[in-house]
């Protein structure tokens, strides 16, 4: 193995909003990068994410990108779901 996929998470990096970038998250990144390079191992960052927001029950941007159901008129997310015992 000489390569390693490096996740790289959008709310690490500017958790409080738009180019603000959180330093220490990057140096944490560069340090893994330069770890694995001086084994040899290259590195491919991914900025990734699954189902985009905590507000979708996922992660990947922050919350600050996000526009919330208020703002559109909308319903909560995840649609509140009753529960109908059935006899």
């Not at 490096?6 to 330069?34: E, H, R």
């Not at 960052?45 to 703002?71: F, K």
């Amino acid at each position: 193995m000489n390569v390693v996929r490096v996740g790289v998470m959008w709310p690490g990096l500017m958790p409080t909003g738009p180019g603000v970038i959180n330093a220490t998250y990057l140096g944490q990144v560069a340090a893994i990068v330069d770890l694995l390079w001086a084994q040899g191992v290259y590195s491919i960052l991914d900025l990734h994410q699954d189902v985009l927001s905590p507000r979708l029950c996922g992660e990947g941007a922050p919350l600050w990108v996000n526009i919330t159901n208020a703002q559109l008129g909308g319903m909560p997310f995840p649609a509140p779901l009753g529960f109908h015992h059935m006899t």
